[in-house]
Each structure stands twice: as C-alpha cells, then as structure tokens.
C-alpha cells in the first residue's frame, strides 16, 4: 500500500520537475515535498502510528522519495540555467571579453623556498650542497662528531634506532665527516635535509624536521672567518641591518662552540613580542671543528682547521616570515601556503 503511494508521488514529482521551466516554480516544488508542510514532512509524521519494522521499512521508502526528487531537480536546475545563460549569450549580455578565473597554479612549499634561498646565500659564497642519507649509522651520526655512546649530549637527541647500527638522522652534521672522507682540503660544503627525533609535537617541536649543515676546511681557518660568513648570511637573508651576536655553547663537535643570534628583525633589536623582549633572536649553532673531527675524517688537526654551523630551516622560515607555530608548515592548508 505505501510502497505504491510513494512510487504514485515520485512519478507525479518527477513529471512536475520535469516540466518547471523557471527557477521559482523548481523552488515551489522543492517546498511542497520537503518544506514544513510538504508530502515528506506528513509522510514522516504518518510514521508515528507504526510499529519498528515497519518504520524500518517505509523510512527506507521515503528516503528513496528524497533523493529521487533531489537528484530530478537539481538536473532540472542545470537545465534551467544552461537555457538563461543561452539567452543572456543571445542577448548580448554576457560579456565574453572578461577575462577568465585563472586556474589554481602549484606553488614551491615555503620550507623548500626558503632553504633554496639558504643554500643560495652560501653558493655565492663558495659553499658546494652535497645530499645526505636519512638514514645514517651510529659513527657518522655520533662517534665521529666525539659523541661516543656514553656522552650525554646523547641524551639532546631522541633518537629513533633502526637497529644496532642504523638510525634516523638526528642531525645533518654526520655528513661533515662523510664529505671530508670522500675530498680533500679546501673544502666549503652545505648539506640540506630531513631530520628526525622522538620529539612531542608542540609549536616549536616537530619530530621531522629540516637541517642545513655547512662546513670550511682549510689552512689558517680561523673563528674570523667563521664570524663574517655567518653574518653575511645572517644580513642577507634577514636585511642589511641585521648584526649578530655570539655566545660561547658547547657542540662536542667544536670548539670552541657558539650560537648566533640575529638582532630581532621585527622591533630591530629594541625588544619586542617576537624576542621575548630581548631584541635577539637565536639562529643557528658553529664554532671551530674539534680535532677529533678531523682524526675521524683522516685530517692532520695540526695543518687543518675549519668551521661548522648548523642551522633549522623550520626555524629560520618562522622568523623570517613571522609564523608563530611550527605545525602550520605540515598541515597543507591551502590558505595558509599560499601566502608564499
Ligand atoms: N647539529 C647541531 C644540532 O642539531 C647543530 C650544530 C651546532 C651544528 C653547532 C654545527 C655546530 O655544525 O657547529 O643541534
């Protein structure tokens, strides 16, 4: 019985859908089914008299009803307005000498922008990208940087352990080691790269997360040199007004070691939000390459000297693009990516 009262109105519907020619009378059928006092509206409140089963049943029924009459109208729509905008074509009154939305284009991810623009800076100085391994071993990533396996500096790096052996890279500094084994003296290298540690998310902590190592090897290397290359990257890449500030740290494969802050390039370093009110702001770690680097590599520590520095390229993009939250470069948010 009702099976066949629903199959009679979804005949009668598609017939009148079929036949509405204006978008208003598509309206008006769309009200008189699925309106406050439209057929589905009553159809459903008839439901109340039965019993499960039957519910089950007729709910089912209805809901065919439903979409059968959508799925009818919004054909129709289409039809509708393929017809007005014919006219409207006929008439004149389309202008068809608008330009035309222009396609959604891709864009370089601003992480990968701006370690191009890294890598850049030190290229015209000299320095030669190299490719790392993501997945390096205990002696490049630790032993030959004078971590040994009971040094504490460990502790800093969570680190994932493939096996005994093998291990996701903590840091991009194994590759100094790597390229001064495989070349000799003079060198200027930066490797790029991926990194992983068994970090906890939060904004400024991301368990993969991207390195640029940079190293110089030479005679007569001296922290004079180290100082005016990183300030000229630091000025390049965050204006010329930037200066630096060096602090004596601890790297176990340095020494001496230090961190470079940049002066703060929202409030230039008269102290603001952004630095903590401390007008610098922290950007990478260096110093001299300790000997027992260059014994590692094969070098006579006597005859050769040179620097290192690492930087975060994570961390570099958040000032200088001012993002206050690490996260915001792995979500693929369209709005947020295409601002770059
Ligand atoms: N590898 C260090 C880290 O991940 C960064 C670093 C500090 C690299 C000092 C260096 C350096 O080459 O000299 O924390």
């Given amino acids: 019985m009702f099976n066949a009262k629903i199959k009679e109105i979804s005949e009668k519907f598609v017939v009148d859908i ?31 008299y039965l019993d499960v089963e039957a519910k089950k049943e007729h709910g089912k029924l209805i809901n065919i009803l439903k979409t059968t009459c959508e799925n009818a109208m919004g054909i129709r729509q289409k039809e509708i307005e393929e017809v007005l905008l014919l006219k409207e074509f006929e008439s004149g009154k389309v202008d068809i000498t608008l ?16 370690e191009e623009e890294i890598i850049s800076i030190f290229q015209n100085m000299g320095f030669i990208p190299v490719d790392g391994n993501e997945i390096e071993d205990d002696y490049h990533n630790f032993e030959a940087l004078n971590i040994p396996s009971y040094h504490p500096a460990r502790d800093s790096h969570d680190t994932l352990f493939i096996d005994d052996k093998y291990l996701l890279r903590t840091h991009t500094s194994g590759m100094q080691v790597r390229i001064m084994k495989e070349t000799s003296p003079p060198i200027a290298a930066l490797s790029p790269g ?33 100082k005016g290359c990183l300030e000229h990257f630091c000025k390049k890449m965050f204006g010329e007004k930037t200066s630096i500030r060096l602090r004596p740290d601890y790297f176990p494969f340095v020494e001496p070691g230090a961190d470079i802050s940049a ?68 979500e693929n948010d369209i709005e947020f990516l295409s601002q770059f």
Wanted: net charge negative; glycine share 12%.
């Fill in 18 to 48: 079929g036949s509405a020619d204006t978008k208003e009378m598509l309206k008006e059928i769309h009200s008189s089914l699925l309106g406050k006092k439209g057929i589905i509206t009553d159809l459903l409140k008839e439901m109340a």
């Fill in 99 to 114: 330009p035309s939305r222009m396609p959604l284009s891709g864009n370089i991810h601003i992480l990968t922008q701006v």
């Fill in 194 to 226: 991926k990194c992983v540690r068994h970090d906890a998310v939060d904004a400024k902590h991301s368990p993969v997360f991207h390195q640029i190592e940079g190293f110089l090897v030479d005679k007569h290397i001296t922290f004079g040199d180290l």
């Fill in 263 to 330: 002066s703060c390039i929202i409030c230039n370093g008269e102290g603001c939000k952004t630095c903590g009110y401390e007008g610098w702001i922290e950007i990478l770690g260096c110093g001299m390459i300790h000997p027992k680097v260059f014994e590692h590599a094969g070098y006579d520590p006597y005859l050769y000297s040179g620097f290192a520095f690492g930087l975060g390229i994570e961390r570099v993009a958040m000032i200088k693009y001012g993002v206050p939250d690490i996260r915001m470069f792995y």
